[in-house]
């Protein structure tokens, strides 16, 4: 009997293979980069110049929260992209969880062996292993171990519900994809407003104080930021984008204009209140510019050579490493203030060994683990070979 398939075979109008899409691989590597700047602003290793920290730390300040909303919508993107016909649900997540909990669990054991359980429980620790720990409303949670961990539980929702949400957006006419589109972009650009309802409850203390959330409502940026209900609407949205550009609904967007417009919407980003900095600044500029990536077919050798698709693909490893390497470092030089010169060269340290430390992640454990865990495949009766990212 075969078995139970939630993804539709191919219509007349979703060709079944899909050209690559490697400027939008390499451009991972960038979001990532700009997550390891915002780390870099909290670390304040440059403290000893006021007049480069303050506004160095201010145009950084939302680099993580940026890079994430791209992480959201490009996933949704990528995996309704590289949907397969007759895929089930069950060889699907499983897949899913090849790529994400190899990486995760390795991180989060060192995380835990060089900065400890911080001011986390052992059961928030547990919760963060289990990838569960974004759905609960406390910074010790989702903030916990290894600090970008938390997106994974977001992600790990995402895959999910996607066997569910894909016919729901295959079913969408072709006239009907703008205004769903549109009406997402509503939503997430209201959250925050929704979220001021919330009691301000909690607020980020001395754990976040070199942080742009100290002193904000952990209720309430929970709401925006880390729920993975909330943020499942970017990765819907990235859904109805890869739909709208396999079937040439939209117009060509230009990458050079849409990267103008994506530094534009970051710098005006950064005098928002701070439930609107993070999540509901970005949509826009981060959804124009995953469309121009898609629908550009020569990019530039920027985003598209075969080294930064070859970065790309270290993103992820680098995402998870790299701020345990800041915590080593900041462990290693301790609390003092730098002076510019050694804060420069301590900086480049890190990045190159955070660099250095994301290709072994990636060539030791993500990639064997991915490749051993997929040949396993307990819902596949054959091995499997895949083009999601």
Same mark, same amino acid.
């Given at each position: 009997?075969?078995?139970?398939?939630?993804?539709?075979?191919?219509?007349?109008?979703?060709p079944?293979?899909a050209?690559?899409?490697?400027?939008?691989?390499?451009?991972?590597?960038?979001?990532?980069?700009?997550?390891?700047?915002?780390?870099?602003?909290?670390?304040?290793?440059?403290?000893?110049?006021?007049?480069?920290?303050?506004?160095?730390?201010f /145009?950084? *300040?939302?680099?993580?929260?940026?890079? @994430? #909303? &791209? !992480?959201?919508? $490009?996933?949704?993107?990528? =995996?309704?992209? +590289?949907?397969?016909?007759?895929?089930t649900p069950?060889?699907f997540?499983?897949?899913? /969880?090849? *790529?994400?909990?190899?990486?995760h669990a @390795? #991180? &989060? !054991?060192?995380? $835990?062996?060089?900065?400890? =359980?911080?001011? +986390?429980?052992?059961?928030?620790?547990?919760?963060?292993?289990?990838?569960?720990?974004?759905?609960?409303?406390?910074?010790t949670?989702?903030?916990?171990?290894?600090?970008?961990?938390w997106?994974?539980?977001?992600?790990?929702f995402f895959y999910?519900?996607?066997?569910?949400?894909?016919?729901?957006?295959?079913?969408?006419p072709?006239?009907?994809?703008?205004?769903?589109?549109?009406?997402?972009?509503?939503?997430?650009?209201?959250?925050?407003?929704?979220?001021?309802?919330?009691?301000?409850?909690?607020?980020?203390?001395?754990?976040?104080?070199q942080?742009?959330?100290?002193?904000?409502?952990i209720?309430?940026?929970?709401?925006?930021?880390?729920l993975?209900?909330?943020?499942?609407?970017?990765?819907?949205?990235?859904?109805l984008?890869?739909?709208?550009?396999?079937?040439?609904?939209?117009?060509?967007?230009p990458?050079?204009?849409?990267?103008?417009v994506?530094?534009?919407?970051?710098?005006?980003?950064?005098?928002?209140?701070?439930t609107?900095?993070?999540d509901?600044?970005?949509?826009?500029p981060?959804?124009?510019?995953?469309?121009?990536?898609?629908?550009?077919?020569?990019?530039?050798?920027i985003?598209?050579?075969?080294?930064?698709?070859?970065?790309?693909?270290?993103?992820?490893?680098?995402?998870m490493?790299?701020?345990?390497?800041?915590?080593?470092?900041?462990s290693?030089?301790?609390s003092?203030?730098?002076?510019?010169?050694?804060?420069?060269l301590?900086?480049l340290?890190?990045?190159?060994?955070?660099?250095?430390?994301?290709?072994l992640?990636?060539r030791?454990?993500?990639?064997?683990?991915?490749?051993?865990?997929r040949?396993?495949?307990?819902?596949?009766a054959?091995?499997?070979?895949?083009r999601?990212?």
């Amino acid at each position: 009997m075969p078995k139970a398939s939630l993804l539709p075979e191919p219509t007349g109008t979703l060709p079944v293979t899909a050209r690559r899409l490697d400027a939008l691989t390499g451009l991972r590597f960038y979001a990532a980069l700009l997550v390891f700047a915002f780390h870099i602003s909290l670390s304040r290793f440059y403290l000893g110049d006021s007049d480069i920290v303050e506004p160095l730390q201010f /145009i950084l *300040k939302n680099g993580g929260w940026f890079g @994430v #909303t &791209f !992480f959201f919508i $490009l996933s949704g993107f990528v =995996l309704m992209w +590289s949907a397969r016909a007759g895929d089930t649900p069950g060889r699907f997540i499983w897949r899913r /969880i090849a *790529k994400i909990v190899p990486n995760h669990a @390795v #991180t &989060f !054991f060192l995380a $835990l062996a060089i900065g400890g =359980l911080g001011a +986390s429980t052992i059961g928030e620790a547990v919760a963060n292993l289990l990838l569960i720990h974004a759905w609960i409303p406390a910074d010790t949670a989702f903030f916990s171990i290894n600090h970008p961990s938390w997106s994974l539980s977001a992600e790990l929702f995402f895959y999910v519900a996607f066997p569910f949400v894909l016919p729901l957006v295959n079913r969408i006419p072709r006239h009907g994809l703008l205004l769903i589109g549109t009406a997402l972009i509503g939503l997430i650009t209201l959250a925050p407003l929704a979220a001021g309802l919330l009691p301000a409850g909690e607020l980020f203390g001395p754990n976040h104080a070199q942080s742009p959330l100290f002193g904000a409502s952990i209720p309430q940026i929970w709401a925006v930021y880390a729920l993975p209900p909330v943020r499942l609407l970017e990765f819907a949205l990235g859904m109805l984008a890869a739909r709208a550009v396999r079937e040439r609904i939209l117009p060509t967007i230009p990458l050079g204009p849409a990267l103008l417009v994506a530094a534009l919407g970051y710098g005006g980003s950064l005098f928002l209140p701070i439930t609107w900095q993070m999540d509901a600044a970005y949509v826009i500029p981060v959804l124009l510019l995953v469309i121009a990536a898609a629908q550009d077919t020569s990019p530039p050798g920027i985003f598209a050579s075969p080294a930064a698709v070859r970065l790309g693909e270290l993103s992820f490893a680098f995402y998870m490493v790299h701020d345990i390497v800041l915590t080593l470092t900041r462990s290693i030089v301790g609390s003092a203030a730098l002076q510019p010169l050694p804060a420069a060269l301590t900086i480049l340290a890190a990045f190159v060994l955070s660099l250095g430390c994301a290709y072994l992640l990636w060539r030791l454990v993500e990639v064997p683990a991915n490749n051993a865990l997929r040949s396993r495949n307990p819902f596949s009766a054959r091995p499997t070979i895949s083009r999601e990212a």
